[in-house]
């Protein structure tokens, strides 16, 4: 694992619940709850976490332009979870009222082979893979 990997990690785990939110949210506790629980996963904690929107993210890569090939979590307003992904226009996968049903989820969906995170950015990734797997 890289220390830019650890170090986003340290600078979500250490950010969450600052008060970047409006008084009375109730996202900050199920939030931070969920990167609590992320962070726990080792294969999820090989990968770089980026957070946006009270989604929690994972990267194949450690610059942006990130990999879109990792579903996501979200967190509701009523304190529970949504897994989406990988892109954008995916449909939700699910539901759930729990940090580590949501986690397993995405974990189960990790793609063959994931992890550690590149250093650089998603272009490079799929360059340096062509390379690798001879393409």
């Not at 979870?81 to 990988?86: R, S």
């Not at 974990?107 to 550690?116: A, I, S």
């Not at 998603?122 to 390379?131: C, D, H, K, S």
């Given at each position: 694992?890289?220390?830019?990997?650890?170090?986003?990690?340290?600078?979500?785990?250490?950010?969450?619940?600052?008060?970047?939110?409006?008084?009375?949210?109730?996202?900050?506790?199920?939030?931070?709850?969920?990167?609590r629980?992320?962070?726990?996963?080792?294969?999820?904690?090989?990968?770089?976490?980026?957070?946006g929107?009270?989604?929690?993210?994972?990267s194949?890569?450690t610059?942006i332009?990130?990999?879109?090939?990792?579903?996501?979590?979200?967190t509701?307003?009523?304190?529970?979870?949504?897994?989406?992904?990988?892109?954008?226009s995916?449909?939700?996968?699910a539901?759930?009222?729990?940090?580590?049903?949501?986690?397993?989820?995405?974990?189960?969906?990790?793609?063959?082979?994931?992890?550690?995170?590149?250093?650089?950015?998603?272009?490079?990734?799929?360059a340096?893979?062509?390379?690798?797997?001879?393409?």
């Amino acid at each position: 694992m890289t220390n830019t990997v650890e170090a986003a990690w340290h600078r979500i785990l250490i950010t969450v619940g600052e008060p970047h939110r409006p008084e009375g949210s109730p996202l900050p506790a199920p939030f931070a709850e969920l990167v609590r629980v992320a962070h726990a996963e080792p294969p999820l904690r090989r990968l770089y976490p980026w957070a946006g929107m009270w989604e929690l993210h994972f990267s194949r890569c450690t610059e942006i332009r990130h990999t879109w090939d990792i579903p996501y979590i979200g967190t509701l307003k009523d304190g529970r979870y949504y897994v989406e992904g990988p892109s954008r226009s995916s449909p939700r996968i699910a539901e759930t009222d729990s940090a580590q049903a949501a986690v397993a989820m995405v974990v189960e969906r990790l793609p063959p082979h994931c992890g550690p995170a590149f250093l650089g950015n998603a272009e490079e990734l799929a360059a340096y893979e062509r390379v690798r797997d001879g393409g």
